[in-house]
């Protein structure tokens, strides 16, 4: 999935949008939420025919939870990928994830906004963290 722009209004509006979803998780909770998003990415690995936007959906999502899991970046970045996150779990989101083809878009389009936003963040947790891109 190539970039996606927002203006600054936009941008805005979908992290506050996000900001809901932050709410949804609880820092005791870290752990069951990482086997969580494992889980589902397993899932959607073993599928026959991927939408082609999936496999990069699958590799930002993992530079989100090492941000998370590490807690890499400012807490404003860490907040954002949670958020994020919470979003891609959430299989009742704004297109339904089990609608084929078209169910992760809106998980895509999450993951790479807030990608884009904590990247400096992601970049430097890759670094810290010996990790190729």
């Known amino acids: 999935m190539s970039e996606i722009m927002l203006d600054a209004k936009d941008r805005k509006q979908l992290l506050d949008f996000l900001e809901s979803y932050l709410q949804n998780i609880d820092n005791n909770d870290l752990e ?21 936007f999936i496999p990069e959906m699958i590799s930002k ?22 958020a ?3 979003y891609f779990l959430w299989s009742e989101d704004k297109i339904h994830d089990l609608t084929p083809v078209v169910g992760y878009l809106d998980d895509a389009f999450v993951i790479s906004v807030v990608f884009e936003e904590v990247k400096p963040s992601i970049v430097k947790a890759r670094k810290l963290l010996n990790i190729k891109e």
Request: glycine share 4%; no cysteine.
């Open 32 to 52: 069951d939420i990482r086997l969580r998003i494992e889980r589902k990415i397993g899932l959607l690995q073993s599928v026959d025919h991927l939408p082609s």
């Open 84 to 86: 994020a996150l919470s």
């Open 61 to 82: 999502i993992k530079d989100l939870v090492r941000l998370v899991d590490h807690k890499i970046g400012t807490e404003e970045d860490i907040n954002k990928a949670s």
